[in-house]
């Protein structure tokens, strides 16, 4: 397998745990401490916000699923709390994006491919509000992004990226959750994506150079049902541009953007040892 190729499964991996990530909820007490498993899902999504071609991936991946006091791993990430009291905690975000080779987008013909790249950075949230079926929550992390190639790890920039969930616990097996968000980058972040040299520029392809700003909105919705050891998780979302500080780039071929997943997974192997306290296990 070439490294782009690897490259490209090991991001789709991630990506697709990223993306049910979402599946959250906070969960009783007296639930196994770890989990391990497998499974297997499906995503399709842009080969990147305002791109006018997309791709689909179906990518086996390993459920993992541990539930510390200070470390909480499950659902696409580990997290490390650093702080947690009440309403408020602050933890570690994470998000990511697939490469693109730019022989397979009509718009990046000739440029340089881009590679995947890994959002990481602190997040506060705070919950404005509790029930027994309703979890609303505010949260806004801010991550450095950085990619990761044959040309080695560098960093492309920052992001904001402010949003509000909604959690729904249908019944005690079925759940459903919606985010709105909006993003915000530095120029570095945008010039990664949407920035064309005057190497790359080309009739339809003028040169241009995007400043930081707005970077778009997005709502999703993902649902998870949970039956035994079998977990089933679907998603879909739309993300749109208009008023984006890069919108007049020639590389946004499409105001929105869509994505739709789905994944199932079974636990194999449970810790006997349960956890003592309610935990809120959203990513």
Known sequence: MSNKHFLKHLSGLAALLLAFSNQSHAEEAGLPVWEVGAGVGALSLPHYPGADQSQTLVVPFPLLIYRGETVRAGRGAIRGILYEQDNTRIDISIRGSLPVNSEDNRARQGMDDLDPTLEIGPQIAWTAHQGLKNNVQLRLPARAVISVGSNGIKHQGNVLNPNIRWDHQFTGNF???????????????????????????????????????????????????????????????????????????????????????FAVSKALWKSERKTQRRLDSDN
């Open 175 to 261: 759940r459903i959750t919606a985010r709105l968000s909006a993003r915000f980058g530095d120029s570095q972040w945008h010039d990664y994506f949407y920035a064309v040299s005057a190497a790359d520029a080309l009739v339809d392809r003028p040169q241009y150079n995007p400043g930081g700003g707005y970077s778009g909105s997005s709502l999703g919705t993902t649902f998870s049902y949970q039956h035994n050891d079998w977990r089933i998780g679907g998603g879909l979302g739309i993300e749109w541009l208009d008023g984006a500080s890069f919108e007049d780039s020639p590389l946004v071929k499409e105001s929105r953007s869509y994505f739709v997943g």
